[in-house]
């Protein structure tokens, strides 16, 4: 026993050594803090050695104890700078850990209170009596403290248990469920280094997957909080969350998502269908997408929807978006064509300067074209063109470039060419009936009630009410490359409640976007669109199983 004793302060100076770091920085801290400690536990097992009494025992014990715990902690400091770690040195100081920790625990097995008389038969016998309180209480600390440790290093590698924060998986997670997430077979890795258990299963559609956001920007100092911040936040029963960003909002870090997509094939998302291709095939619906995606909550059992703080939207606007992509899908092209051109005709009786130059699409700029800006300015839009020499041009341009141009390359394509020309079609309705009014020297007020401008508006808001949403029912092919398919080892993920959900289909900064790509004088509006895959090494665990409350426990579809 006595060279095992040695052998295990030993390897905890050699550990020591291994975290030395020659500069000035707070990695630095890793080497005195593991020596110290490292030197103290030996000098103990060094005085257990020379008069072993109870005093002495308890004290190794203890030093012992919180031995693997300090050499973790210093392991993470050493590597919670800039400074990079070479994975040779993050190897080998992990296996030293590892033996520390195995000869730790055979020590603290076999001197306890039970066995110690088998090393030491010479042991004095425990004090009888009742301890005083400071030492129950001390006692209560010290198994805090240790539980709180041991659960941190559990969690990291093993199994961890998640509160769901937002209703981005409803119906499958509830705000307030705690689920069960088993890390093992994710390859889970020691903090801050590459060294780990090899990942051990790989993913496929449909699994229920926790992964480090990607829109968050992965540095040490990132990881280093969000360590930080799962031990504060166990220490303190789930009451206190530190992982925040620059501005102070609590982080969406980690995420709870759905695998919706899978290596060697390309995706795209149309009216709330998932489709997918192949290398040589041709986009086909996800059937099984179909099962999981939940669009309208108001059709859920009123069991589940009690539970739903945040209802997106309404039954009837529910109707009022699909009849928008009715009505988009079954646009008349040659129709639109032909009342496009009378709208062209209309107008260019009503400008009375004609044009002496050709206008181009800046004529108004990305931002003018704006699809709020431009139904909330069509009044001034329509003076300007009216007034400006090219004006004309431009308003026939604006409505029939389109008439010439090849057919789209895909649905999304398409889908997103027909919603531009139905607000095209709308705004030149608009605009000639503004032209119409202002040669007939209408007043403000007769402007304003017109019934037929009414009708456009209302038109109009439906039109904005559907580009509101559509990046929650829409992406392109992804990824966007002709060749281009999700790499290996990839995923994408999506959370259910598809129109409450900031996933892999969305950037968290918006940009002004172009309705119809292949159209320069296309509507643009606010996108958030940015689908992005996860390389697996992101993922942290799978989610096996809800646990509370216990009316909704079992195992996730």
Known sequence: MTIIMYLCTGFSL??????FVPAFNAA??????????????FAAAFRLQQKPDRQRLFLFRKLLEYLPFVLFAGFIIRRATELECPFILDLFTVIVWLIVCVLSFFISFKLSDK??????PKMPAPPAGKKPIHIHLLEWVDALLQAACFVLIFQQFILQLYAIPSESMVPEFMVGDRVAVIKTPSGPKFPLSDVGIPRMRSYGRGDIVVFSNPHYNDTKEARVLSFTH??????TFTTVNINRDEFGRVKADPLVKRITGIPGEKLMLVDGVLYS?????????????????????????????MLVQHLPMSKENFALLESVESKRSDIDLDSAAAEARGLVERFASLKISPDTIYSTPELFSEQQRELVYMFQSNDSITKTLLTTNGGYNWFRDFMTAWINVPPRKNLFDEQSFHIDLLLKLCMGKLIVRNAELLAANSTIEQFATDGIRRSLLAEADTYRFYMAWHDQRNFGEFPAGENDYIPENCFFMMGDNRFNSLDMRHSYTPRLTPI????????VYSSIL?????????ILGTAFFRFWPLSRAGVPH
């Open 277 to 305: 291709r192949r290398q040589g095939g041709e986009f086909v619906p996800v059937s099984e997408d179909a099962v999981w995606a939940m669009w309208d909550i108001n059709s859920l059992p009123r069991s589940d929807r």
């Open 530 to 538: 940015a689908p992005k895959y996860v390389h697996a090494d992101k």
């Open 115 to 120: 066995r110690v008389t088998r090393i030491y």
């Open 14 to 19: 050699v550990f020591s050594f291994l975290s």
């Open 28 to 41: 630095a801290w890793a080497f005195p803090l593991t020596l110290i400690y490292s030197l103290v536990c």
């Open 516 to 523: 119809d790509s292949e159209d320069p004088y296309s509507f």
């Open 230 to 235: 799962q031990l504060v936040y166990m220490l």
